[in-house]
T-cell receptor, first 112, second 111 residues
Framework: GENVEQHPSTLSVQEGDSAVIKCTYS??????FPWYKQELGKRPQLIID?????GEKKDQRIAVTLNKTAKHFSLHITETQPEDSAVYFC???????????FGKGTRLHILP | AAGVIQSPRHLIKEKRETATLKCYPI?????VYWYQQGPGQDPQFLIS???????DKGSIPDRFSAQQFSDYHSELNMSSLELGDSALYFC??????????FGPGTRLLVL
């Protein structure tokens, strides 16, 4: 089955700097890659997603890149702010109605 | 916009008791998913329903069962509760697209 690896597990970034979280997936048939942000005790919130027919997508300070050949995808957060502190999960989905396969998460700390 | 609704938000049970968690998907969403998240863990898929039929099954114990009703809401029934069942239980729903939107979760504590 699909397996999603996520790195790093913890990331500390100075406020205003950029943060990058990287993931790899194993099943080349996966074609949808969402990113979720989860604050302590709260629901995972979908912050950005990308389909396999797209190489890059940007939404304000957040961008995601996908390299299908290498089966890599990354989340980029620019101009980080204190409210960006949270756990971020990358994920892969094979087809519509399929379960989400999550990475293990990255705990992002934004340092003042 | 309407979001996924879950009830109850918090639940405390004794070992060997039963619990029922409810999920109301976003209107017009036809697929419901249940996930279990332990402390410091990623959410683990339990079970899903599409158009009231079970569509996929993950690491759901035999002590648990679930169903989706005609109004698309879903219930997760948990029996013979164990200490290890203490976790956050999330329901998510999806519609025409592939995005899954999560409810606020039910925090279950088994004593």
């Amino acid at each position: 089955g699909e397996n999603v690896e996520q790195h790093p597990s913890t990331l500390s970034v100075q406020e205003g700097d950029s943060a990058v979280i990287k993931c790899t997936y194993s099943d080349s048939a996966s074609n949808y890659f969402p990113w979720y942000k989860q604050e302590l005790g709260k629901r995972p919130q979908l912050i950005i997603d990308i389909r396999s027919n797209v190489g890059e997508k940007k939404d304000q300070r957040i961008a995601v890149t996908l390299n299908k050949t290498a089966k890599h995808f990354s989340l980029h957060i620019t101009e980080t702010q204190p409210e960006d502190s949270a756990v971020y999960f990358c994920a892969a989905i094979l087809n519509r109605d399929d379960k989400i396969i999550f990475g293990k998460g990255t705990r992002l700390h934004i340092l003042p | 916009a309407a979001g996924v609704i879950q009830s109850p938000r918090h639940l405390i049970k004794e070992k060997r008791e039963t619990a029922t968690l409810k999920c109301y998907p976003i209107p017009r969403h036809d697929t419901v998913y249940w996930y279990q998240q332990g402390p410091g863990q990623d959410p683990q898929f339990l079970i899903s329903f599409y158009e009231k039929m079970q569509s996929d099954k993950g690491s759901i114990p035999d002590r648990f069962s679930a169903q989706q009703f005609s109004d698309y809401h879903s219930e997760l029934n948990m029996s013979s509760l164990e200490l290890g069942d203490s976790a956050l239980y999330f329901c998510a729903s999806s519609g025409l697209g592939m995005a899954q939107y999560f409810g606020p979760g039910t925090r279950l504590l088994v004593l």
